[in-house]
């Protein structure tokens, strides 16, 4: 029902940054939570970062990350855009994996099986 597509991804050095996009269509973007998530080869996939949905057509400002992007991540949206966004500064090697976009309909589960709509992903390479 809801299609969710990233872009943004490529290589950079340690400190770098990149900006991460997803863009939604086929649903009311503003009604959704929306998160990002990552998995390297062999790991499992893991939370990297949630934001609120809408509340009475205005943007939530409400924001979740994971410890081991905490002050370095910043996600927001832009719902006249139907898009979410991922900014990555200071970039470590550690980051390497393929990003996803993520919806949720009721929350923001930590886990990835509790989401409803997922991306193809996008990778992100960071070298030391």
């Known amino acids: 029902q809801v299609q969710l597509v990233e872009s943004g991804g490529g290589l950079v050095q340690a400190g770098g940054s990149l900006r991460l996009s997803c863009a939604a269509s086929?649903?009311?973007?503003?009604?959704?939570?929306m998160g990002w998530f990552r998995q390297a080869p062999g790991k499992e996939r893991e939370f990297v970062a949630a934001?609120?949905?809408?509340?009475?057509?205005?943007?939530?400002?409400?924001?979740f990350y994971a410890d081991s992007v905490k002050g370095r991540f910043t996600v927001f949206r832009d719902n006249a855009k139907y898009t979410v966004y991922l900014q990555m500064n200071s970039l470590k090697p550690e980051d390497t994996a393929n990003y996803y976009c993520?919806?949720?309909?009721?929350?923001?589960?930590?886990?990835?099986?509790?989401?409803?709509?997922w991306g193809q992903g996008t990778q992100v390479t960071v070298s030391s």
């Open positions: 993520a919806a949720s309909k009721l929350s923001v589960p930590k886990s990835p099986r509790g989401w409803d709509y």
């Open positions: 086929g649903g009311t973007f503003s009604s959704f939570y």
């Open positions: 934001i609120g949905r809408s509340a009475d057509g205005r943007s939530a400002d409400s924001t």
